[in-house]
């Protein structure tokens, strides 16, 4: 499978609830870090547990895909029925078919505030 099939399987076998199939395309030792909460993910069965027990009401929305060589960037939403809508921007490492580490910045939408000093040349989203 190549580099982008693999991520783009990820979060399809994810919105299926597939947590074999996610699994399946996991190194064992694969390493995810989420930087915004300073979490450090080990291994493939915890990767698998933390997505399986996040609590329901979510879905997946792939926005894009990027690949080159083995690293592949996604950018996905996720809106979730009672904490809003989130967004995630992923770098994934994939070699011979599976994930072997990635790097995800979640955050949710308007998170954020705009500071006043940025109002003269942004607009709202």
Not at 29 to 38: K, L, T
């Amino acid at each position: 499978m190549e580099t982008e099939a693999v991520v783009r399987a990820l979060w399809d076998r994810m919105q299926a609830r597939d947590w074999t199939g996610v699994g399946e395309l996991l190194a064992d030792d694969v390493v995810v870090e989420w930087p915004a909460s300073a979490e450090r993910i080990v291994g493939r069965d915890n990767y698998v547990k933390i997505n399986a027990e996040y609590p329901e009401g979510w879905s997946i929305r792939v926005l894009r895909v990027v690949a080159s060589d083995d690293t592949v960037v996604s950018e996905v939403e996720v809106p979730h029925e009672g904490m809003g809508v989130h967004r995630v921007a992923s770098f994934w490492t994939v070699r011979d078919g599976r994930i072997i580490d990635g790097r995800e910045y979640w955050t949710a939408l308007g998170q954020d505030p705009s500071p006043q000093w940025r109002s003269a040349w942004v607009q709202p989203m």
